[in-house]
Nanobody, 126 residues
Framework: QLQLVESRGGLVQAGGSLRLSCIAS????????MGWFRQSPGKERAFVAA????????NYADSVKGRFTISRDNAKSTVYLQMNSLRPEDTAIYYC???????????????????WGQGTQVTVSS
């Protein structure tokens, strides 16, 4: 499995920006598509964004389209999530995930992701 470590999240005011990063190790990074998911208290883990192994294909949840951008730097084995125009409803624990099963796509299904980070808290104040 790929080991994934997310950067520290943080507290940001509504309308602000935050960039999360996730560094991978232990396997060849380009063998994996990467995704970001989030979970709020009392809710199921939800898809946020995904990117194929080349970076040529991306996918976003409707709730974040136009505000969040996923990218990857294969030379650094790192995936990023740039979050702009943050809203209080974006408050959640954010998880980085890796999929070897569907590396050429950018799947929104948590079932295809086989490696997960420990999660990082993002809190958006109103």
């Amino acid at each position: 499995q790929l080991q994934l470590v997310e950067s520290r999240g943080g507290l940001v005011q509504a309308g602000g920006s935050l960039r999360l990063s996730c560094i991978a190790s232990g396997r060849t990074f380009t063998n994996y598509a990467m995704g970001w998911f989030r979970q709020s208290p009392g809710k199921e883990r939800a898809f946020v964004a995904a990117i194929s192994w080349t970076g040529s294909s991306t996918n976003y949840a409707d709730s974040v389209k136009g505000r969040f951008t996923i990218s990857r730097d294969n030379a650094k084995s790192t995936v990023y999530l740039q979050m702009n125009s943050l809203r209080p409803e974006d408050t959640a624990i954010y998880y980085c995930a890796a999929s070897a099963k569907q590396r050429i796509s950018a799947s929104n299904s948590p079932a295809v992701y086989d490696s997960w980070g420990q999660g990082t808290q993002v809190t958006v104040s109103s």
